[in-house]
């Protein structure tokens, strides 16, 4: 079957590693590899890695943490939260764009 669009969201963990996250950062990275794999076959495919999404997804959803507490744990690191329109018009402007991979993130 023929795919018009393969969208998967990875993070930046994939990218610039974190601390404590082997596991993560490894999963992340074979989402990456899997999207690059696709376009290289001449598929669709795309992977967007973001950064902090906010407190409606990630870490915050079903973390048992407060969500005070990670938001300022992340910022401590320079990682800063997206507003979901945010989110959302990244994953527009990168499937528009027609690209195999970009990073979507507020850091410092």
Avoid: C, W
Avoid at 12 to 22: D, F, M
Avoid at 86 to 101: F, G, P, R, S, Y
């Amino acid at each position: 079957m023929k795919l018009d669009l393969f969208v998967l969201i990875s993070s930046v963990a994939s990218l610039i590693g974190i601390p404590g996250q082997l596991a993560y950062s490894a999963a992340n990275q074979f989402l990456d590899n899997l999207v690059h794999h696709r376009r290289h076959a001449g598929l669709t495919a795309l992977a967007l890695n973001y950064g902090v999404m906010g407190n409606f997804a990630g870490p915050f959803k079903n973390s048992g943490h407060d969500a005070e507490e990670l938001v300022e744990f992340n910022m401590m690191r320079g990682l800063f939260s997206m507003s979901l329109p945010k989110v959302l018009t990244t994953l527009e402007k990168a499937i528009i764009d027609n690209i195999t991979q970009r990073m979507a993130a507020y850091m410092d």
